[in-house]
């Protein structure tokens, strides 16, 4: 039975990290929001979930997975659920808290990537917040930005099998959520962007890395790729961004 | 060997989360950073292992778990990692992912009880901010509150083992957790509180069930437990809070 995941369409958002996951591991899966509601699939599947009066273990808010009657919502426990499943997870057990440590890292920054352009309430439109967005974007850039990465190149630099995977010494969801986080970022802040590869190294050619994999190529090349666009995480207002210090 | 606690003294924090759970476990447990420095203990031991150029697996930020070598970070990571072995998880390991999937919930809201007072920026202090702060205290007090504890108690009146528990028929972190959740909003935000075990019947019992829980009743009263201040999460200015609608 294929996997179900369940997101709002129209938008990469937080299912994209799970989409990457699904999509290296070739696994059979279904982008329910997407397909038509005539099959009983669409948006209205998904908020018959959400609304349930009956179902025992209710999501907050999508992306959530559905794996038969389970459902595992959140985008870091759908990948430490999917993980040893798709072999994106390392074998040692007690090294996938680990794994799971680093995506609720990049999780953290996600969320304050999205506050950039939504500081007050994600009940108002941008243009009506425009100014705290503004004051929210500059501090993220000047000193959330950089935290972070630093961050993230210690990760790689520190680990023992080398620099090419964030842990161990082979691919995980954790290397495919930092194509996709960098990814965004390079979307949305080119100017703060600037000069990234050679203050990041490591972070730059795991980029360039997960990008060449067939699966993942195959996957961006296709239609099932949303384009970036200002409904997302990561959204590109030029006047939110500046170059680094 | 005792758990290692990391976390910053003088606050209850994101780390009380886990002590509630260490607490209620009985379990043998350093709270490193309030030990002394001399015994090898204190911030600074912290510190040495967030800036360590030859650790394998750093964390982002504190609190994090350190288990032998082991370094767990994040708190929904650290209960997942210790629902277990303190016997707070549920047995079916299904069910954990939904525990984590809860507790993640619980997370994104004390990020966002957070930024009520930091909306900007955590470099900032909160006068600095006060403006953006209020418009965003109206916002989470009057849309966000109420979704969030209409959808917990929405998971406690969906148990289909009854609505003592988040999940199943016993006490697990996710009951801790919620716990610590209404104790600090009570106390950040006594007006928006006003009428809260009517309108959320089954979360008020939960909330008064695990007080008198006698692990935790003796933590609660013991120099264990820091009082709630003005440097914490859950933070009482009386300008942010407003009566219900």
């Known amino acids: 039975m294929p ?50 009066a009956r179902e025992p273990h209710i999501p907050f808010a999508p992306p959530f997975l559905k794996d038969g009657d389970l459902i595992v919502p ?37 969320a304050e990537v ?26 993220f850039l000047r000193s959330r930005l950089p935290k972070f990465m630093n961050y993230f190149e210690r990760v790689l630099q520190q680990n023992p099998s080398g620099a090419k995977h964030a842990i161990g010494d082979k691919l995980s969801y954790v290397d495919l959520s930092l194509f996709q986080l960098i990814e965004g970022l390079h979307y949305a ?28 190529a195959r996957y961006l090349a296709s239609k099932r790729r949303v384009a970036f666009n200002e409904d997302g995480i990561f959204r590109h207002y030029p006047e939110l961004d500046q170059d680094p210090d």
Do not use: C
């Open 189 to 216: 802040f080119p100017r703060a962007m600037k000069g990234f590869a050679t203050r990041y190294p490591a972070l730059a050619a795991l980029h360039e890395s997960v990008r060449e994999r067939p699966n993942i």
């Open 74 to 110: 959140h985008v870091a426990n759908i990948l430490m659920y999917l993980g040893p499943k798709l072999h994106l997870a390392p074998k040692d057990e007690k090294l996938r808290y680990v794994a799971n440590g680093l995506q609720l890292t990049i999780t953290d920054m996600v």
């Open 3 to 52: 996997y179900e995941l369940f997101y709002w369409t129209g938008l990469q958002g937080r299912g994209e990290f799970v989409r990457l996951a699904l999509e290296e591991a070739g696994a059979d899966y279904i982008d329910v929001a997407r397909e038509p509601a005539t099959k009983g699939f669409g948006t209205e599947a998904m908020l018959q979930i959400l609304e349930s």
């Open 114 to 139: 999205h506050d950039t352009h939504h500081p007050i309430s994600g009940n108002l439109y941008y243009d009506e917040q425009k100014k705290a967005a503004k004051a929210r974007s500059a501090d």
